[in-house]
């Protein structure tokens, strides 16, 4: 069958503020027969539910019965764990110094306008929903413990959380058994701009799929049509690469991306961008989005950036 490619942040599926998480009752998989917790006769996903967290329960339009010790309390998402053992997962990271004004540009005028967000909220930028996601995917060995750095001599984890020899996600004939182990991927966006080739080559062989040089370009009329169309709902937010067709390592001045300017990447060819001082990052700011501007995004990056550095340590080296 075809494998589906979905990002998207770990803040959509978690509630905010590290909020408890409750099981969405539409995600659970029917269990039925001998041995279940779901009865056969009348009490199918329509029925009753049992094993639910006495403080929220969730039905599965039925009701529920004597409440029992939820087996994921500690499940930070509102997706059951058996729902996330089918896919595979990676991870990309980018600088709260990077992200947060990106972001913050696309919510002030004039961009509100086109992307509809008219208000910042520090809370969304994802980077605590990220780390915990992830370590409770580390925890419950969905990811790990081996790593994406490490030195394969053949195609790593060709087959993870996918089909294995006709058995898919560890489940043959409704018995359930151990997923597949998938690697740790933490993907840097720094290091994915500085050398794309080398990184997404790196990135293929963790996830089991064929690198081919083509997938960093998209200049057909296809690809830009595909671009166009998956992109379609974010307005304004990623006009940069959209008006791009290809991925190239930034230089000095020039953009990675192949048909557009980025002040914001400004490094030498091949070689790693040059760091910048908080103060210089704060007058860069306050240039840009004036000093309330300025102090919005300061916060913001110094909310987040523990998380950040706790998750870089766990990027991949090329």
């Not at 942040?9 to 409750?22: H, S």
């Not at 006495?54 to 509102?78: F, K, L, M, Q, Y």
Request: proline share 6%; hydrophobic share 30%; charged share 25%.
């Amino acid at each position: 069958g075809k494998r589906l490619f979905i990002k998207d942040m770990a803040y959509y599926i978690m509630p905010p503020d590290a909020q408890p998480a409750t099981r969405v009752a539409s995600l659970q998989i029917p269990k039925r027969g001998i041995g279940t917790n779901m009865d056969t006769n009348g009490a199918s996903s329509n029925g009753v539910a049992r094993a639910q967290d006495s403080e929220t329960p969730h039905r599965t339009n039925g009701s529920i019965s004597a409440p029992e010790t939820n087996p994921e309390a500690d499940n930070p998402t509102v997706i059951p764990q058996e729902l996330l053992s089918k896919f595979h997962f990676a991870f990309l990271i980018r600088d709260p110094h990077y992200s947060i004004p990106s972001y913050y540009r696309c919510t002030i005028p004039p961009l509100d306008d086109v992307t509809g967000f008219y208000e910042f909220y520090e809370n969304e930028s994802g980077y605590d929903e990220l780390r915990r996601f992830f370590d409770y995917l580390r925890k419950i060995q969905f990811v790990g413990p081996s790593h994406a750095s490490t030195v394969h001599t053949g195609n790593a984890n060709a087959t993870l959380n996918g089909t294995v020899n006709g058995t898919t996600n560890g489940t043959t004939n409704g018995i359930h058994s151990e997923p597949e182990k998938v690697e740790i991927c933490v993907v840097d966006a720094d290091d994915l701009l500085d050398n794309p080739a080398a990184v997404i080559e790196r990135f293929c062989k963790s996830v089991g799929e064929e690198y081919t040089p083509e997938m960093l370009q998209w200049s057909s009329e296809k690809d830009q049509k595909v671009a166009h169309d998956a992109f379609a709902k974010w307005h304004g937010f990623h006009d940069d690469a959209l008006g791009s067709k290809s991925l190239r390592p930034r230089a000095h001045g020039v953009a990675i991306f192949g048909t557009c300017t980025a002040d914001t990447y400004s490094s030498v060819a091949n070689k790693k961008k040059a760091a910048k001082t908080e103060e210089e990052f704060d007058a860069e700011w306050k240039e840009k989005y004036g000093e309330k501007g300025a102090k919005i995004i300061r916060s913001a990056v110094d909310r987040n950036m523990a998380d950040y550095r706790y998750l870089k340590k766990f990027a991949m080296k090329i």
